[in-house]
């Protein structure tokens, strides 16, 4: 006599869709294809400070090993909870430097989850919708850059010319931070560099009493 005991095992242990090589193949190759055109799109949309290579890898090889990790939750119930468990242990520390990165991580997992249920059509539709927002918002070329302006001073005297220097230059200057250490002042600015224009750095130099003044690109990070 069959108990309900019997059909819940039955239905746990033998539910599986039927597996196609052919199709996870399709699949697999699909997700290859998208993460290489991925990592080729991170690459030239990339406007961080330092391009990290093995990163843009681990794009392609993620949007895969998601495609080849659904394919087998979706082939049998019990591998998908067994899944499930494994996967709740695993712990990402990875610090993402750039809010950009973010956006491409996802978009592997989302390629691999969506190939790996057989949509193909929404993956590749999809992609190409993503490449065309990346390319408008990042492809408007700025002929002023951001910098940050470090300067070192002995005195006040030096800090009125350096100031009326660079607003002369600049027009809006942000102060983003003043400390005086043993009455010299040690001033941070954020200003707009048209063009990478930077001959100013050689008139700020000549000014008796600057000890130091270092021009850096900036991120939009707060320094300090």
Do not use: H
């Amino acid at each position: 006599m069959t108990t309900f005991t019997d059909i819940i095992k039955k239905s746990f242990l033998e539910a599986s869709s039927d597996f196609s090589i052919a199709a996870a193949s399709v699949s697999l190759l699909s997700a290859l294809f998208i993460g290489l055109f991925i990592f080729f799109i991170y690459k030239k949309t990339y406007a961080g400070v330092m391009y990290s290579k093995p990163f843009n890898t681990s794009l392609v090889l993620l949007s895969v090993l998601t495609t080849f990790v659904i394919l087998a939750v979706t082939s049998n119930v019990v591998l998908s909870l067994g899944m499930v468990g494994a996967l709740s242990i695993v712990r990402f520390r990875t610090a993402i430097k750039e809010p950009l990165d973010l956006v491409f991580l996802f978009w592997s997992i989302s390629v691999g989850i969506i190939l790996g249920a057989g949509l193909y059509s929404l993956a590749f539709l999809g992609s190409a919708f993503i490449t065309v927002i990346l390319l408008v918002l990042t492809g408007k070329v700025d002929s002023s850059a951001p910098y940050i302006l470090m300067l070192q001073l002995e005195n006040e005297n030096a800090e009125l010319q350096a100031t009326e220097i660079i607003k002369n230059r600049f027009g809006k200057v942000i102060v983003k931070s003043k400390s005086i250490t043993g009455g010299q002042p040690e001033l941070i600015y954020e200003v707009k560099v048209k063009n990478n224009e930077t001959s100013f750095m050689n008139e700020l130099s000549a000014i008796e009493g600057i000890q130091s003044a270092t021009l850096v690109s900036y991120n939009g990070n707060q320094a300090g």
